[in-house]
């Protein structure tokens, strides 16, 4: 972490966003890892245990592990595991997704009735589009829309390769992290709809979920904030599409227990 | 029909192919001539790929087979038949095995004649792990090694095998140098394990035959066979997930079919059939992209069966 990364240098804890939730009007929320290791899904999971606003948890596995589906027995006894991320943008090989370990990991997911979340830079698009036409059974996300370059206004050829994505039914997307991919703290509601605009096009109401990317979020702005920006812009769309895709979507997505009203994702 | 590479044996196999074992009424009993129209049938709609093995219906539906590409020139098809597995005509289960350079040389000769060509495009060692697997040693050794030295002479085109359970398989894709490989019932809606193992494959680009679309009649209107070792309850999901689709206004066979064979990365699904008006229908079905939300809902109505591996040879051998 440089000095810029200063307000994420310390923990965040559940205790940390309970206030924030109520207030943004949200009742629930997905946490989803950070570090690659197992300790961290374990203490995701239980967290979400003594937390009932944390309803699942996305955690990490070692899907390229001979040693995963040990892995998945383990966390699918808990309820509130619903899916599994890896850092593929931190990756140096911009295949690594369809690398056969990782493509054999994959493919254990659905079984234990996992979904993917898809974390990702806009060079990755066309290579998730090859690994979800492999898994057509499979349940996948992509966050904060691909990460799409705000700040300098480029569209072109992430626009493309997210509609592309798109036509795989099989494909969600969530509205989040899109404030710390243009000037921290520097940015307009107004830089956002354009993209959202596109997001809404290719994905439809179906397919769409608000997320917070809380704590990371912090760095141009706060939960709030960020929040507001995608619950605005939705402001004159039905009431049944906003509840959509500012909780019911998500609860869909993560195949979470009825009762569970409205959760956001902070992925 | 649309036609792929089958790995490193170098054919363009169309992504519908045909597995005969219903021409030896393994599923239920067949006129030869309505056999014989099905095969015609397939040729028709495109299908380049047919298997057999002398183990269905004890002879039989080689035979068959044999007489229906009577005529037919032999560059207009790819054959593959099976060694190593042999059953009499009343039963199939009453099984016996024999995977040595010996048997497996007059077990080509016999099928040769029973088919009408001397050459075979692939041949797979069949079933091996049967019999609580005291022939895989034997089949993966002298029996692979024969099929390499028929490779050299000629006389075969590539060498495969057919077996069911998972682990056995990592072990042949992993270890064994096979160029094809026959799965059956690791692809299909109820199941997809074949992922785990195409990845496997691919990296010693071996060719992938994903047999099973329907899964032995459970994905069928009709339901499995009598032989198959699904339980009252299981059968029971299948039944409701076949009855949900009927309510739809569509077969779950469709679904099945269009599932299992248009996978990107599978090169061909086999299916067997003894109609000609179920062949051109399944083709036509694999032409038309799946319904993503029907099959959403179907499967979420297996999910309590997903991914079981089935007891195949202990209902089945007697």
Same mark, same amino acid.
């Given at each position: 972490?440089?000095?810029?990364?200063?307000?994420?240098?310390?923990?965040?804890?559940?205790?940390?966003?309970?206030?924030?939730?109520?207030?943004?009007?949200?009742?629930?929320?997905?946490?989803?890892?950070?570090?690659?290791?197992?300790?961290?899904?374990?203490?995701?999971?239980?967290?979400?245990?003594?937390?009932?606003?944390?309803?699942?948890?996305?955690?990490?596995?070692?899907?390229?592990?001979?040693?995963?589906?040990?892995?998945?027995?383990?966390?699918?006894?808990?309820?509130?595991?619903?899916?599994?991320?890896?850092?593929?943008?931190?990756?140096?090989?911009?295949?690594?997704?369809?690398?056969?370990?990782?493509?054999?990991?994959?493919?254990?997911?659905?079984?234990?009735?996992?979904?993917?979340?898809?974390?990702?830079?806009?060079?990755?698009?066309?290579?998730?589009?090859?690994?979800?036409?492999?898994?057509?059974?499979?349940?996948?996300?992509?966050?904060?829309?691909?990460?799409?370059?705000?700040?300098?206004?480029?569209?072109?050829?992430?626009?493309?390769?997210?509609?592309?994505?798109?036509?795989?039914?099989?494909?969600?997307?969530?509205?989040?992290?899109?404030?710390?991919?243009?000037?921290?703290?520097?940015?307009?509601?107004?830089?956002?709809?354009?993209?959202?605009?596109?997001?809404?096009?290719?994905?439809?109401?179906?397919?769409?979920?608000?997320?917070?990317?809380?704590?990371?979020?912090?760095?141009?702005?706060?939960?709030?904030?960020?929040?507001?920006?995608?619950?605005?812009?939705?402001?004159?769309?039905?009431?049944?599409?906003?509840?959509?895709?500012?909780?019911?979507?998500?609860?869909?997505?993560?195949?979470?227990?009825?009762?569970?009203?409205?959760?956001?994702?902070?992925? | 029909?649309?036609?792929?590479?089958?790995?490193?044996?170098?054919?363009?196999?169309?992504?519908?192919?045909?597995?005969?074992?219903?021409?030896?009424?393994?599923?239920?009993?067949?006129?030869?001539?309505?056999?014989?129209?099905?095969?015609?049938?397939?040729?028709?709609?495109?299908?380049?790929?047919?298997?057999?093995?002398?183990?269905?219906?004890?002879?039989?539906?080689?035979?068959?087979?044999?007489?229906?590409?009577?005529?037919?020139?032999?560059?207009?098809? @790819?054959?593959?038949?099976?060694?190593?597995?042999?059953?009499?005509?009343?039963?199939?289960?009453?099984?016996?095995?024999?995977?040595?350079?010996?048997?497996?040389?007059?077990?080509?000769?016999?099928?040769?004649?029973?088919?009408?060509?001397?050459?075979?495009?692939?041949?797979?060692?069949?079933?091996?792990?049967?019999?609580?697997?005291?022939?895989?040693?034997?089949?993966?050794?002298?029996?692979?090694?024969?099929?390499?030295?028929?490779?050299?002479?000629?006389?075969?085109?590539?060498?495969?095998?057919?077996?069911?359970?998972?682990?056995?398989?990592?072990?042949?894709?992993?270890?064994?140098?096979?160029?094809?490989?026959?799965?059956?019932?690791?692809?299909?809606?109820?199941?997809?394990?074949?992922?785990?193992?195409?990845?496997?494959?691919?990296?010693?680009?071996?060719?992938?035959?994903?047999?099973?679309? @329907?899964?032995?009649?459970?994905?069928?209107?009709?339901?499995?066979?009598?032989?198959?070792?699904?339980?009252?309850?299981?059968?029971?999901?299948?039944?409701?997930?076949?009855?949900?689709?009927?309510?739809?206004?569509?077969?779950?066979?469709?679904?099945?079919?269009?599932?299992?064979?248009?996978?990107?990365?599978?090169?061909?699904?086999?299916?067997?059939?003894?109609?000609?008006?179920?062949?051109?229908?399944?083709?036509?079905?694999?032409?038309?992209? @799946?319904?993503?939300?029907?099959?959403?809902?179907?499967?979420?109505?297996?999910?309590?069966?997903?991914?079981?591996?089935?007891?195949?040879?202990?209902?089945?051998?007697?």
């Amino acid at each position: 972490m440089d000095d810029r990364m200063t307000v994420l240098k310390r923990d965040y804890l559940p205790g940390d966003l309970a206030p924030l939730l109520p207030a943004a009007k949200f009742d629930g929320t997905i946490a989803v890892q950070a570090r690659q290791n197992l300790e961290e899904t374990r203490w995701l999971l239980e967290l979400a245990g003594q937390h009932d606003f944390i309803k699942g948890v996305v955690g990490w596995v070692d899907l390229r592990s001979p040693e995963l589906r040990s892995q998945l027995e383990r966390f699918a006894q808990n309820p509130k595991f619903v899916g599994v991320r890896h850092v593929v943008h931190d990756e140096p090989d911009d295949e690594y997704m369809l690398r056969p370990d990782f493509r054999g990991g994959i493919a254990q997911l659905r079984e234990f009735g996992l979904t993917y979340d898809l974390l990702l830079f806009p060079k990755h698009l066309p290579v998730a589009a090859k690994l979800v036409a492999e898994f057509p059974a499979q349940k996948f996300v992509l966050d904060h829309l691909g990460k799409p370059r705000i700040g300098e206004k480029i569209f072109s050829p992430w626009q493309e390769d997210l509609v592309a994505l798109a036509k795989f039914s099989n494909v969600h997307c969530k509205l989040s992290g899109m404030v710390t991919e243009t000037g921290w703290n520097r940015w307009q509601a107004d830089d956002f709809s354009r993209y959202l605009d596109i997001a809404l096009a290719a994905f439809g109401h179906d397919r769409l979920m608000i997320g917070s990317d809380w704590p990371v979020c912090n760095l141009s702005g706060d939960y709030a904030a960020v929040m507001k920006i995608v619950a605005d812009y939705l402001s004159d769309q039905p009431t049944t599409v906003q509840e959509k895709i500012l909780g019911a979507n998500c609860a869909h997505f993560y195949n979470l227990k009825p009762g569970v009203a409205t959760p956001a994702t902070n992925a | 029909m649309k036609y792929n590479h089958l790995g490193r044996t170098g054919l363009m196999v169309s992504r519908l192919s045909y597995g005969a074992s219903a021409l030896g009424g393994v599923f239920r009993s067949v006129s030869e001539s309505d056999a014989i129209r099905a095969v015609h049938a397939a040729l028709d709609c495109g299908i380049n790929y047919f298997d057999v093995a002398p183990a269905y219906g004890g002879t039989r539906a080689e035979t068959v087979l044999g007489k229906a590409l009577k005529g037919i020139p032999r560059d207009k098809y @790819f054959l593959s038949t099976k060694v190593g597995k042999y059953t009499s005509p009343d039963g199939y289960g009453a099984d016996t095995f024999d995977f040595s350079e010996q048997r497996i040389r007059t077990s080509l000769a016999e099928s040769a004649a029973r088919l009408g060509t001397d050459y075979f495009d692939i041949i797979h060692l069949h079933d091996l792990e049967y019999q609580k697997g005291r022939h895989v040693e034997p089949a993966l050794g002298e029996g692979l090694a024969t099929l390499q030295t028929l490779k050299q002479e000629g006389r075969i085109g590539a060498a495969g095998c057919g077996v069911y359970p998972l682990d056995l398989w990592q072990r042949i894709l992993r270890d064994c140098e096979f160029d094809a490989v026959l799965t059956h019932n690791h692809y299909l809606l109820n199941e997809t394990r074949l992922l785990e193992l195409l990845p496997l494959a691919q990296e010693k680009n071996i060719g992938v035959i994903n047999a099973s679309p @329907f899964g032995m009649g459970m994905l069928t209107e009709r339901g499995p066979a009598d032989w198959h070792p699904a339980s009252p309850e299981i059968r029971q999901v299948f039944r409701n997930a076949a009855e949900f689709c009927r309510r739809q206004g569509t077969d779950i066979s469709k679904l099945a079919l269009q599932f299992a064979s248009q996978h990107p990365e599978i090169p061909t699904t086999m299916f067997s059939s003894a109609s000609a008006e179920s062949i051109r229908r399944n083709v036509q079905w694999h032409e038309e992209p @799946f319904d993503p939300a029907l099959l959403a809902q179907v499967q979420q109505l297996l999910q309590p069966v997903f991914n079981l591996q089935w007891k195949f040879e202990s209902n089945n051998t007697k």
